[in-house]
């Protein structure tokens, strides 16, 4: 049984720019696969069971290795005595989702960008006839051959796991104001210190949920997991409710009232707290529990009052799983991530507020801007030991829509 709370949502756009990135494509290859840096697509993939996490970079600058502020052949930063030169590569990286059942989209998008083609050209340097992208999760292995077949790729594939982690710790180290807090229906931002970062538990939401306790850099292991996540939301919400994809089943569990399909601590006590144990009447007791002492089909019940409810039941059971594995590691800073939470708010007040419960305030729940990505972004990193450069020493500018302060709105009593 968990205490509940109220909580609006946020619209999260997509495809625009969320990070800034100046790194330069200096250093030489270190694996036999790549001749060359510019084979290698500035473009990384986190291919889940649900959902494709993509991540491009988009130069700002030219790349031909010219100075174009004299006009002048002159090259930039290069190393001389038949070595090769290097330029400093501005520009930004772009996030972009599509449904994994609808994988033709994707391949579509990456055609439109052009990302499957080498990033600009280096004379003398042979190239490969395939480019090299980097991808991760299962379906780096499942669609490998499609890849290949209709764009010329060969997928890099990178371990599911470490991508995660180093998506993660990238971003709580190089940009500011990543994670925040929901509390009392409040987001506040955390400035999170790089030298007291581990250890922490991350919860990674994606068709499924796994736990992970990081105690450094490239020092994780994964502790736990639950079969019950995003896929489950969206599998079970399609069948209740027939909506199409999982943001218009988001979109409909914000209108919707829960207390109309779970049993709470109320209706067993009659209205009242079962003050003893610390439960007040609106602890939810048995989620979805109401309809079985009532003489209803599915059809007499509103599809957004059972979005709310699974969304709620799905949530609750993550922060409850997620503090007993910190409780028992002795952990006390969570995040949570992945494509599940996308900023709505329902459901990081849901998670919040189970994290708050059980541990008696002595855990922190906390949220990542770049949630759903923190895969494909450490695929991306990936790139680095392939001569990308560094993207942690170099400036970084946030423009993130995911920054956009929460909408307050009335949501009305729910439990």
Known sequence: MEESAVAQSEHQDEGEALLGVNFDTSGSDSSPIFSSVDNISPCALDIGGSLIKLVYFAKQHDCS?????NGSAEKKDGVQNGRNSYRDLSGRLHFEKFETSKINECLDFILSKQLCRRSCAQPGLLVNNNTIMKATGGGAFKFAD?????LGVILDKQDEMSCLVTGVNFLLKAVPSEAFTYINGKKQFVQI????????????????????????????????????GGGTFWGLGKLLTKCKSFDELLELSQQGNNRVIDMLVGDIYGGMDYAKIGLSATAIASSFGKPVSENKELEDYRPEDLARSLLRLISNNIGQIAYLNALLFGIKRIFFGGFFIRGHEYTVDTISVAVQFWSKGEAQALFLRHEGYLGALGAFKSYEKHGLGDLM???????????????????????
């Open 65 to 69: 290795g010219t100075d174009t502020n």
């Open 393 to 415: 020493a170099h400036h970084i500018v946030e423009e993130s829509p995911f920054a956009l302060p929460l909408v307050e709105q009335d949501s009305g009593s729910s439990a």
């Open 193 to 228: 210190d790089p030298t007291n970062l581990f250890p922490y538990l991350l919860v990674n939401i994606g068709s499924g949920v796994s736990l992970i306790k990081v105690d450094g850099d490239g020092k994780f292991e994964r502790v736990s997991g639950t079969n019950v």
């Open 146 to 150: 499609l890849f290949k077949e209709k």
